[in-house]
């Protein structure tokens, strides 16, 4: 009310600046003055506009009995519906369980003035009062319903999407454990001696696939430099000694066969590795 009342004010005197627009400006107010003015409308214009926009939707709660929190359930209700309307009003829960989604009515909504009443507590004149004291519902736990929905339907309607799993272990000394319940001691412990030979023999396999990889096939390039002349046979044999020892991908590729060149100098004179400096002292040795 009081903002209502700001806005009322500053508008009287927009609307007298207004009127005595032909005026000499030093008959008028001075620029602080404007710039003071102007910045009073806006910010009490966007705060009167939020309150308004709060007060409207207070309203609305108050009236339909709905909760912000009970609105957004509301949604997600209908967003479930639109879901499973497709698929036969069912939809996937956790552990490949199947759960119906039936539409369901808000159940505390019991009419505007009921609402209102169970809202504001009291009477019409205790309504301004703002000493008056609250409605009371005993534990706070149980609230009035319409009688749209049974007695035993519950709300906020289950969500697949928020059930939780199954424990899969009645016990947590059972996790990541293998039991089996009706085998012997000796039974298990031969069971558990063949589980260990298959993961050793898939180990193996694995590190023979892998040694396998490291090694580079022959391709048609090797055999082709085997035959080139002989004024280039000392360079293509260096070529195909640094290839075999360099990067290969899964097709035996190198990257001198996608035109890198592997001996050029990546580095700066200031960043050489020690490795590059020890090379290159070793070749100046041997020369």
């Known amino acids: ?16 600046i207004w009127d005595n627009r032909d005026l000499p400006s030093y008959l008028g107010p001075s620029p602080a003055q404007m710039i003071s003015l102007l910045s009073v409308i806006l910010f009490n214009s966007i705060t009167l506009f939020a309150l308004f926009v709060l007060f409207v939707r207070s309203l609305w709660s108050l009236f339909t009995n709905i909760t912000t929190i009970e609105s957004w359930e509301i949604e997600r209700h209908n967003a479930l519906l639109r879901r499973a309307r497709p698929r036969g009003g069912f ?14 009515e808000f159940p505390y909504d019991i009419g505007i003035l009921a ?6 507590g009291g009477g019409l004149l205790t309504w301004l009062w703002p000493f008056t004291g609250s409605t009371s519902f005993h534990d706070g736990l149980i609230f ?30 059972r996790a990541f454990m293998h039991y089996q319940d009706s085998l012997s001691a ?26 396998n990889d490291d090694s580079p096939p022959e391709s048609s390039k090797q055999l082709d430099v085997q035959v ?29 066969d996608f035109g890198v060149d592997e001996d050029a100098e990546f580095y700066d004179e200031d960043e050489v590795p020690i490795s590059q400096l020890l090379r290159k002292r070793k070749k100046v040795a041997r020369s």
């Open 115 to 120: 609402n209102v009443f169970q809202g504001m």
């Open 1 to 16: 009310m009081s903002m209502t009342y700001l806005q009322y004010l500053l508008y009287l005197r927009v609307l007298v």
């Open 91 to 104: 939809l996937d829960g956790p552990d490949g369980t199947k759960v119906r989604i039936k539409k369901q």
């Open 228 to 256: 080139e002349s002989d004024h280039m046979s000392n360079a293509n044999s260096e070529t195909v000694h640094s290839s075999q020892n360099s990067w290969r991908n899964n097709e035996g590729d190198n990257l001198n």
């Open 186 to 211: 000796q039974e298990q412990v031969k069971a558990f001696r063949q589980r260990q030979q298959h993961d050793l023999k898939r180990n193996r396999q694995e590190t023979a696939s892998l040694a």
């Open 144 to 173: 009035p319903v319409n009688g749209f929905e049974d007695r035993n339907v519950t709300w906020p309607p289950p969500d697949p999407d928020r059930l939780s799993r199954k424990d899969k272990f009645t016990s947590p000394a």
